[in-house]
């Protein structure tokens, strides 16, 4: 077999999408005068706003007649499982590693995760050409990695390529750029091997990934383990980890990765990744196999969800008015949906039929799928997010978090103050040019909120990521935030007169004209109670003028949050409440009388 399985994994922003985009376009398939976007991996809107891979993909190219088949993999750790089930598909990876950052959080668990799989590795330090790029240290820094999880004397031997993704070069030396990526192909050729599968015997092929087509439905992507599959057969169905029966069903048609398409096939042998549909129910994890011989293969461990949040139907007063689907149902089923193409995500009932908890791998990957979803026309309502406790031998214990800051000098005693705090303790922290790079261990709790925070705290120059490190016995409550709310009074439209008389309170989240109702969260008071405000207060008209009382109103410019602030912001007795038009925070209970009634029964 001419082919290779690769996939190219780490950090995020380390420069795998780009570097695809070279790839592709060296082996030719583009025209000469093509007009190409960048990224063009990333084809979904949130992909391309945020400038992160959220779902892996697919590519094929051509060199030298070898097929290489390409997966471009998520760098950001909330998506990590798409990262661990990605790895079944293939023999090989591309570990990617910045000049400049050396190894980062994600960088370790995806190495990890492939030395587990006993995959080959191909060492890629990319972005050589940046001034500061310090290419030799980051490769003792990736070797004490290989060292530190434990590889075997073959791994720690891996061979090294120096590259620019964005210039189109590599080579084996940082000193010599290079002028294409041939060393880099040369190099998959050589090292990579041809997937281990067996040619002959019946029809077998593990699902990894599902996509969605209006027109032909589910659409599963895996990799065939043996044999030879064939659009038209009848298949069965079976999955090893689930205790449903295996049911016959047929494939209808059968596609092949060439550039960036998929190309109908009639067939496809034995280590080949491809794409088939006719399958209505078909799942990650799944084994299509021949009727002669029915095997379920074993599907790759994924990590357990830690944070969880409510999902619940909206019931503000303004529920119903920018939404299109807004029912319980249309909200159970979407959740329902989103399971069948996000393995790391969970759904479980509550004691109430219109809320659901939903729990992912942190808020990031949480705060994509309420952006998803607001986007299709749904709209609903959450509460804060929370971690997810485990009992072990009868201990309460929490979720843990590696946080890696890369920080100006001046910001270090600012944001060790603020870990200590959050009951972060410092493992180790080292010089990075003029920067210091610190790594904490912190319950993920204590990270709730916390990222504007670094960013003031670092006056926007910081960079912080994280990764999950296991369990630890609970180590005492966290405060997440020392500021109340402003809560409007009464309901009707922000006018200016009401919003300056509340601007000297704190921060407001709203501008003139803005519908607010009572109970609706309008600014962050500067003291640590919440704090009543009415923003619909109009000025008393009167025969009567003063002399330079009437001027124009001088107004602070709004702070306007997005989904990932607003998640960072509410409280407990708060919600968020998500339309295709509108973040809305709310207090759960929405008169205050009920909240001043609670509040002094509860002191």
Same mark, same amino acid.
């Given at each position: 077999?001419?082919?290779?399985?690769?996939?190219?994994?780490?950090?995020?922003?380390?420069? !795998? @999408?780009?570097?695809?985009d070279e790839m592709l376009s060296q082996a030719g398939v583009?025209? +000469?005068?093509?007009?190409?976007?960048?990224?063009?991996?990333?084809?979904?809107?949130?992909?391309?706003?945020?400038?992160? @891979?959220? &779902?892996?993909?697919?590519?094929?190219?051509?060199?030298?007649?070898?097929?290489?088949?390409?997966?471009?993999?998520?760098?950001?750790?909330?998506?990590?499982?798409?990262?661990?089930?990605?790895?079944?598909?293939?023999?090989?990876?591309?570990?990617?590693?910045?000049?400049?950052?050396?190894?980062?959080?994600?960088?370790?668990?995806?190495?990890?995760?492939?030395?587990?799989?006993?995959?080959?590795?191909?060492?890629?330090?990319?972005?050589?050409?940046?001034?500061?790029?310090?290419?030799?240290?980051? =490769?003792?820094?990736?070797?004490?990695?290989?060292?530190?999880?434990?590889?075997?004397?073959?791994?720690?031997?891996?061979?090294?390529?120096?590259?620019?993704?964005?210039?189109?070069?590599?080579?084996?030396?940082?000193?010599?750029? %290079?002028?294409?990526?041939?060393?880099?192909?040369?190099?998959?050729?050589?090292?990579?091997?041809?997937?281990?599968?067996?040619?002959?015997?019946?029809? +077998?092929? #593990?699902?990894?990934?599902?996509?969605?087509?209006?027109?032909?439905?589910?659409?599963?992507?895996?990799?065939?383990?043996?044999?030879?599959?064939?659009?038209?057969?009848?298949?069965?169905?079976?999955?090893?980890?689930?205790?449903?029966?295996?049911?016959?069903?047929?494939?209808?048609?059968?596609?092949?990765?060439?550039?960036?398409?998929?190309?109908?096939?009639?067939?496809?042998?034995?280590?080949?990744?491809?794409?088939?549909?006719?399958?209505?129910?078909?799942?990650?994890?799944?084994?299509?196999?021949?009727?002669?011989?029915?095997?379920?293969?074993?599907?790759?461990?994924?990590?357990?969800?830690?944070?969880?949040?409510?999902?619940?139907? *909206?019931?503000?007063?303004?529920?119903?008015?920018?939404?299109?689907?807004?029912?319980?149902?249309?909200l159970h089923d979407r959740l329902q949906n989103e399971l069948?193409?996000?393995?790391?995500?969970?759904?479980?009932?509550?004691?109430?039929?219109?809320?659901? *908890?939903?729990?992912?791998? %942190?808020?990031?990957? #949480?705060?994509? &799928?309420?952006?998803?979803?607001?986007?299709?026309?749904?709209?609903?309502?959450?509460?804060?997010?929370?971690?997810?406790? !485990?009992?072990?031998?009868?201990?309460?214990?929490?979720?843990?978090?590696? #946080?890696?800051?890369?920080?100006?000098?001046?910001?270090?005693?600012?944001?060790?103050?603020?870990?200590?705090?959050r009951k972060g303790e410092l493992r180790h922290m080292s010089?990075?040019?003029?920067?210091?790079?610190?790594?904490?261990?912190?319950?993920?709790?204590?990270?709730?909120?916390?990222?504007?925070?670094?960013?003031?705290?670092? /006056?926007?120059?910081?960079?912080?990521?994280?990764?999950?490190?296991?369990? =630890?016995?609970?180590?005492?409550?966290?405060?997440?935030?020392?500021?109340?709310?402003?809560?409007?009074?009464?309901?009707?439209?922000?006018?200016?007169?009401?919003?300056?008389?509340?601007?000297?309170?704190?921060?407001?989240?709203?501008?003139?004209?803005?519908?607010?109702?009572?109970?609706?969260?309008?600014?962050?008071?500067?003291?640590?109670?919440?704090?009543?405000?009415?923003?619909?207060?109009? !000025?008393?008209?009167?025969?009567?003028?003063?002399?330079?009382?009437?001027?124009? #109103?001088?107004?602070?410019?709004?702070?306007?949050?997005?989904?990932?602030?607003?998640?960072?912001?509410?409280?407990?007795?708060?919600?968020?409440?998500? @339309?295709? +038009?509108?973040?809305?925070?709310?207090?759960?209970? &929405?008169? /205050?009388?009920?909240?001043?009634?609670?509040?002094?029964?509860?002191?």
């Amino acid at each position: 077999m001419n082919l290779r399985n690769i996939a190219i994994i780490a950090h995020v922003d380390h420069g !795998k @999408t780009t570097l695809v985009d070279e790839m592709l376009s060296q082996a030719g398939v583009f025209r +000469q005068n093509q007009t190409v976007v960048e990224r063009i991996m990333d084809s979904g809107d949130l992909e391309r706003e945020r400038g992160i @891979t959220i &779902l892996a993909k697919n590519t094929a190219i051509r060199w030298n007649d070898v097929k290489i088949n390409i997966v471009d993999t998520p760098g950001h750790a909330d998506f990590s499982g798409e990262v661990e089930r990605i790895l079944k598909m293939v023999s090989g990876v591309l570990l990617l590693v910045d000049a400049v950052e050396g190894p980062m959080p994600q960088t370790r668990f995806v190495l990890a995760r492939a030395l587990e799989l006993q995959l080959k590795v191909i060492v890629v330090i990319n972005k050589i050409d940046k001034p500061e790029a310090r290419s030799y240290q980051v =490769v003792d820094e990736v070797l004490e990695l290989l060292m530190d999880l434990d590889a075997t004397d073959e791994q720690l031997d891996s061979p090294i390529i120096f590259c620019s993704g964005r210039a189109g070069t590599a080579s084996l030396a940082p000193e010599d750029a %290079g002028s294409d990526l041939t060393a880099l192909f040369n190099t998959i050729l050589s090292y990579i091997p041809e997937p281990e599968v067996t040619k002959e015997g019946p029809a +077998q092929l #593990l699902v990894s990934s599902i996509d969605y087509n209006e027109y032909v439905g589910r659409i599963g992507i895996g990799r065939v383990e043996r044999g030879t599959i064939r659009a038209g057969q009848e298949i069965i169905i079976c999955n090893k980890a689930s205790d449903s029966e295996p049911y016959k069903s047929k494939l209808v048609n059968l596609y092949e990765i060439e550039d960036l398409r998929r190309v109908p096939a009639e067939s496809a042998d034995a280590g080949a990744i491809v794409c088939f549909s006719g399958v209505e129910n078909i799942n990650i994890g799944d084994t299509v196999c021949d009727p002669s011989r029915i095997e379920a293969l074993p599907f790759a461990r994924i990590s357990e969800p830690t944070v969880e949040m409510t999902f619940s139907v *909206n019931d503000s007063p303004f529920a119903g008015r920018e939404g299109k689907f807004v029912t319980s149902r249309n909200l159970h089923d979407r959740l329902q949906n989103e399971l069948l193409r996000d393995v790391s995500l969970r759904v479980a009932d509550t004691n109430t039929t219109d809320s659901w *908890n939903v729990a992912g791998r %942190g808020e990031m990957h #949480l705060s994509i &799928l309420m952006e998803t979803m607001r986007r299709e026309g749904y709209e609903f309502q959450v509460s804060t997010p929370r971690v997810l406790f !485990k009992d072990i031998d009868g201990v309460r214990h929490e979720p843990l978090e590696c #946080l890696v800051c890369d920080v100006p000098e001046s910001a270090v005693g600012a944001v060790m103050e603020k870990m200590g705090q959050r009951k972060g303790e410092l493992r180790h922290m080292s010089p990075v040019g003029n920067r210091m790079r610190m790594e904490f261990v912190v319950p993920a709790r204590g990270l709730f909120g916390y990222r504007s925070e670094f960013l003031t705290d670092t /006056h926007g120059e910081g960079i912080m990521s994280s990764i999950s490190e296991g369990y =630890v016995p609970f180590k005492g409550e966290v405060t997440r935030r020392h500021n109340g709310s402003m809560v409007a009074f009464e309901s009707g439209e922000a006018v200016g007169y009401g919003i300056h008389s509340a601007q000297e309170r704190g921060i407001l989240f709203i501008t003139p004209g803005t519908p607010v109702y009572a109970g609706q969260v309008v600014g962050q008071n500067a003291k640590g109670d919440d704090l009543t405000v009415n923003v619909c207060k109009r !000025k008393q008209l009167t025969n009567f003028r003063a002399s330079g009382s009437d001027d124009s #109103l001088r107004l602070t410019p709004a702070k306007i949050m997005n989904m990932e602030e607003s998640l960072e912001f509410i409280a407990d007795d708060e919600l968020l409440e998500v @339309t295709p +038009q509108s973040l809305r925070l709310r207090k759960r209970e &929405l008169s /205050h009388e009920k909240r001043m009634r609670k509040r002094k029964t509860k002191e």
